[in-house]
Every structure is written in C-alpha cells, then in structure tokens.
C-alpha cells in the first residue's frame, strides 16, 4: 500500500487506539473515525461508569476495594460496539444514560483507581479488541477504534495507529459546559470545573494521558472544530496504518482493503 495522505483506503485488520482527557473530543471523534472506516468503537470510559454504576447498585461502599474487584469481576456487562449506537448493557438494561448522570461521574475516579478493577476491564478490553482484529466481531474483522485514557500505553500499545487527542483546559471545559448547561457563561463553565479539573486530577494518579508516550502521535484540537478534529485523526490514521508492521499473524494481507466511506458530519 502506498503512503497516499488522506487517501484511503488502509490495510484491515486496523486497531486505533484513541486517548485523551476529559472534554477533548475523544468520544464523538472515536465515533466519527470509526464510522468513517467501517470499524467497531469501543467506549472504556463507560466500562468503568458501568462498573461504578453496579457497585453502587449492589450497596457497596466504594473504598472496599476488595468487595468492589470482586463485584467487578462478576458483572454482566455487554459492550454495544457500533458506532452508530454504542449501547451499554447491564444485566440486559441498557445503561446508556444512567451511566452519565453527576453521580457516577463524580464517583468514578474513586472505582477506576481499584487495580483489580483496571485488571478486570482490562481483559474485557484486551478481547473486545482481538474479536475485532480476529473476524469475531462486529467489524466482520476490519478492526475498531477503542478509545479511554491507557490504550495506546496498556490496552494496545501495539494499535496500528495511536493517537493522544489533547485540548487546552479553556475549550474542554467549555465544550463540556456546553454539553451538560448548554451555555458556555462563567457560571456554567465553574459548575463544570469539578467533572473536568478535579476528576482528570484524580485520573492522573493511575493513567499517563496528558503527554503522548513514546509513537503516539498528538491531535491538539483546542482550535480546530469538529470535522476539522475528524479531518486530522483520519489523515493520522492513514498514514500511520500505511506505515505500521505486519502484525505477523497471516491475516492482514488476505485482508481487503477498507474503502474510503464519507466522514461522519457529527
Ligand atoms: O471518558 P470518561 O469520562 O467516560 O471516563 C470515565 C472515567 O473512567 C474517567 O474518570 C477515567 C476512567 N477511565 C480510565 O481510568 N481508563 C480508561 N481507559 C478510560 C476511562
């Protein structure tokens, strides 16, 4: 395959590994990306609001970090993988929106910094990500786009494509105001301070997601828009996967390549 820029297509099986702090894009780029390619989305952040979510549910204090592993490690999470509508599912109820609300993003650094519990979602990950790179999947095995705060240094550092999407603090928080009061005035921006500042703060102890490691290439989309953010991941994706080794397991030659599909406008 040549180094053709923009210009898709890119070898298949292809793994994106996308992360990022809070209020940067990540999710609604991941998407975008992933539909744009034809790939599976895997959402990690919400496994761990999921996780929050059902500790919570079984009245489990949160610092009884034994207890909370081994709720974990029991929990009948399904992950809906397609882009265009990544559903959560606990227990078979979709949890797409209870895992949003103040609540458990004000909780969910508190389960997300339990090791075990990294464990836990790390070999659920680490297997969404294979079933996807294997024909298993979603994708019919064209690969997926897995977005969260270590994937490109823990989950898949061997991803074709790795990317650190940054922002300065002022858009991401006023991206997230205008996502949660829909307004960007002061008053909106402090009430979103806590869900940006505080919990990134807390997130750093376990996770490395402000300077990109060692390959990773850095997105900084504090002045671009959105389609602009998707416009860029999609020219890293293309020449970074054009550029990455055979992952060496026979599959990837066979593999057809992806036609170039019309990048999502939203
Ligand atoms: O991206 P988000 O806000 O939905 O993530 C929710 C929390 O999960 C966030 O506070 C950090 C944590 N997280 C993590 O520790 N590792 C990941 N790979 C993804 C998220």
């Known amino acids: ?36 390619l034809g790939l599976a989305y895997l959402d990690t952040g919400a496994m761990y609001r999921a996780a929050t979510l059902w ?76 079933a996807e790179r294997h024909g298993r999947g979603f994708s019919g095995g064209r690969g997926i786009v897995a977005e969260g705060r270590d994937i490109t240094t823990v989950i898949a550092p061997d991803a074709d494509v790795r990317i650190l999407l940054t922002a300065s603090e002022e858009s991401r928080l006023r991206r997230r105001s205008l996502e949660l009061h829909g307004s960007a005035d002061a008053s909106a921006v402090d009430a979103t301070r806590d869900q940006i500042v505080r919990r990134d703060a807390a997130d750093s102890a376990v996770t490395q997601f402000t300077v990109a490691a060692s390959g990773v290439v850095t997105l900084d989309s504090s002045d671009l828009d959105f389609d602009q953010t998707v416009a860029a991941a999609l020219k890293i994706v293309s020449i970074a996967a054009d550029r990455a080794p055979e992952h060496g397991d026979g599959e990837r030659d066979g593999a057809p390549s992806l036609d170039r599909r019309t990048p999502a406008g939203s």
């Open 1 to 36: 395959m040549t180094d053709t820029g923009t210009d898709l297509p890119v070898r298949t099986p292809l793994v994106v590994a996308i992360d990022g702090p809070s209020g940067s894009g990540k999710s609604s780029v991941s998407k975008a990306v992933a539909r744009s």
């Open 55 to 130: 500790v919570t549910q079984q009245g489990l204090a949160l610092d009884d970090a034994a207890a909370v592993a081994a709720a974990v490690r029991e929990m009948p999470l399904v992950m809906g993988v397609d882009p265009t509508e990544p559903g959560v599912f606990l227990a078979g109820h979709d949890v797409s929106e209870a895992i949003r609300t103040t609540e458990v993003s004000t909780s969910v650094s508190a389960v997300s910094a339990n090791l075990e519990v990294r464990a836990e979602l790390a070999d659920r990950q680490r297997t969404a990500i294979d």
